[in-house]
């Protein structure tokens, strides 16, 4: 199979409809994309990325009108926050109906369902009769892309088409949610922070730990190892890292800084003045440059835990396990 990139919708509309899959661009990643209700092209997403079905996908929808088309039930709680964060990098786990393919949401009961905020995906979804199920559009376990190249390098020829629009401006992905009552439970931190949830529902409680409740599983995609460069990546203090590997050749990741240190043969600064929104926009891009550093060993230091920092740290956490 060849594979093309351009930004045809029509085109990639066509392969969507046959049952194909198409490399979607979001705001947060690129994403897989097939026909959500279509268990045999769900199907394909899973054995294309090598990913355990175990692990369930995003729904994605052209506005929050449609959840309730999937859920069987969207508490004012969920109307309230999409109406600021729809279209955006926030996914809501609903009770599903039954339409929805087991596949999709890995044999459980709850479906994850997002509005992503880029201008040639909601123009697709709003020529599609069906929703789109789309992981992050990397082999199962590596970084996740945020262009169409990264997309290319991975999955030409196990695709037909690349919807190519630019790289992605968020950087991370989502921010995955449960509400329960008056309650915002985040299952994976993202590009929605949990001050902005705060903001947006100021009568919520939002927890941001990770919530094993009984009802709602914790998001089961949430593996301790993930975004993994092929280099061993190390997260921490920096300059205690730096002592700690003395003697092997180092690339770094810093929010910041930059260090002079003879062993250091490459370094990515996500942001000089300090802008998480910025630092997480540079994130995978750079994790994949240094992946091709021919460095012994990728030092990545801990970043501020608030606000973004929270889904970077979460990241590099993962990409280091
Ligand atoms: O930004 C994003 O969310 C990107 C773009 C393409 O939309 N997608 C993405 O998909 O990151 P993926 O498959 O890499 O991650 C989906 C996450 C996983 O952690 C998965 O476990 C969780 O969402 N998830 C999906 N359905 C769920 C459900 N019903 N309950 C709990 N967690 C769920
Ligand atoms: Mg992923």
């Not at 001050?195 to 529902?201: G, I, Y």
Request: charged share 15%.
């Amino acid at each position: 199979m060849t594979t093309a990139i351009g930004d045809n919708i029509a085109e990639a509309a066509a392969l969507l409809q046959q049952g194909g899959l198409v490399a979607i661009p979001t705001e947060t990643v690129y994403g897989l994309a097939a026909n959500a209700l279509n268990p045999e092209a769900v199907l394909s997403i899973f054995t294309t990325k090598g990913r355990p079905t175990f692990n369930p996908l995003i729904v994605h929808v052209p506005n929050a009108a449609h959840f309730e088309r999937y859920a069987t039930h969207v508490p004012p709680l969920v109307h309230q926050l999409a109406a600021q964060f729809c279209p955006g990098p926030l996914t809501f786990v609903l009770p599903k109906k039954s339409l929805v393919p087991d596949l999709v949401t890995g044999g459980g009961d709850t479906v994850a369902l997002r509005v992503p905020h880029h201008p040639l995906t909601l123009a697709l979804l709003g020529q599609l009769d069906f929703p789109l199920a789309a992981p992050s559009a990397n082999p199962f376990g590596y970084i996740s892309p945020v262009t169409a190249m990264h997309v290319y390098q991975q999955l030409q020829g196990k695709i037909a088409y690349i919807l190519d629009g630019g790289p992605c401006q968020v950087g991370v992905e989502s921010t995955v949610i449960a509400v329960e009552g008056n309650t915002i439970h985040i299952l994976r931190a993202g590009g929605i922070t949990a001050e902005d949830l705060r903001m947006a529902a100021p009568g919520a409680d939002v927890q941001a730990q990770q919530w094993n409740g009984a009802q709602q599983p914790a998001s089961p995609g949430m593996l301790k190892s993930h975004y993994a460069p092929k280099i061993k990546l190390h997260f921490g203090e920096m300059e205690a890292l730096l002592h700690q590997f003395t003697g092997q050749r180092k690339a770094l990741i810093t929010f910041t800084n930059t260090y002079t240190n003879p062993e250091v043969l490459a370094q990515e600064v996500l942001s000089p003045t300090g802008n998480l929104q910025e630092a997480a926009r540079n994130l995978f891009a750079a994790m994949r440059r240094l992946d091709d550093s021919g460095a012994d060993v990728i030092l990545a230091e801990r970043f501020p835990q608030h606000g973004l920092g929270i889904a970077i740290n979460d990241r590099l956490e993962r990409a280091s396990a």
